[in-house]
């Protein structure tokens, strides 16, 4: 069984695991936060194995010498590609905590970056401060039961016109955006094989819509702004579903389900283990 993952930040934590020379055999103490969850919550023991990353690519593999204490020994570091093309989920805010549920398994399946959108249907409202945190803590969760080296990142909130300028400036980049909307006439085949004529670096978006859907009028503006619009079948998904299963799709063109996509791990240079 893989060992379990856990995240932590360099520039914040005050811990030896901020170090560019980090190297095989050395001991070291695990973030407070890391320690309580990994030795009090899941009641790991000396001897059992886990990975820590810093969210990034980082990818540290070590042993619990001490659960008291937290210390850890080491045994490798490496560090894991990032993808040849992104995934992003803009995900427009829902009720009834179905926009988390959404980002929640988009991290799982793998996507890069999330948006959240107040759409113009959307009942949620965002409350900066509060609603950005809640979102940042699904996906750090989300990304640890996932056993994930690369967090997404969590993009600043749009609103339906900053949502448009925003696809118009991707079109521009060569980016591809796909907005799900229930009365388009474009099948999802043809997205397919738009997705797998995107260039290395470039980013394929996704675009969910409120429980009320996408208003026509966000479905014209997007559109109009190089966005595509179309339908996953003839059966109606909720917005907690819809986006995780476009992406899956997506990920399946782009090879995200063969290991051999590009995220397997290799040795970190400059992080004291050798090549």
Do not use: Y
Request: glycine share 12%.
């Amino acid at each position: 069984m893989t060992a379990p993952l856990f995240l932590f930040d360099p520039a914040h934590d005050d811990t030896p695991l901020a170090s560019d020379e980090l190297h095989a055999g050395w001991r070291l103490s695990l973030p407070e936060h890391v320690r309580r969850h990994a030795i009090q919550v899941m009641r790991m023991a000396e001897g059992d194995r886990l990975r820590l990353s810093d969210g990034e690519g980082l990818l540290i593999q070590a042993t619990i010498r001490d659960g008291a204490s937290g210390l850890v020994e080491i045994d490798q570091v490496g560090r894991q590609a990032g993808p040849r093309v992104r995934l992003g989920l803009i995900q427009a805010l829902a009720k009834g905590g179905r926009d988390e549920s959404a980002i929640e398994a988009a991290t799982q399946l793998g996507v890069d970056r999330v948006t959240p959108w107040q759409a113009d249907r959307s009942i949620a409202r965002w409350k900066a401060g509060r609603t950005d945190r809640r979102w940042e803590q699904v996906l750090v969760a989300a990304t640890e039961q996932s056993r994930r080296t690369w967090k997404p990142l969590l993009t600043p909130m749009v609103t339906s016109r900053g949502l448009a300028d925003d696809c118009r400036q991707a079109a521009g980049r060569g980016d591809l955006t796909v907005v799900l909307h229930q009365d388009a006439a474009e099948g999802f085949n043809r997205i397919e094989e738009m997705a797998a004529g995107v260039a290395e670096g470039g980013t394929v978006r996704v675009v969910v819509g409120p429980e009320g859907g996408i208003s026509d009028g966000e479905a014209e503006a997007l559109t109009g702004a190089g966005a595509v619009a179309c339908t996953l079948g003839t059966n109606i998904l909720r917005a907690s579903t819809a986006g995780p299963a476009a992406l899956a799709l997506l990920a399946r063109i782009l090879g995200r389900f063969d290991r051999a996509e590009g995220r397997g791990p290799r040795p970190a240079s400059g992080l004291g283990l050798p090549a």
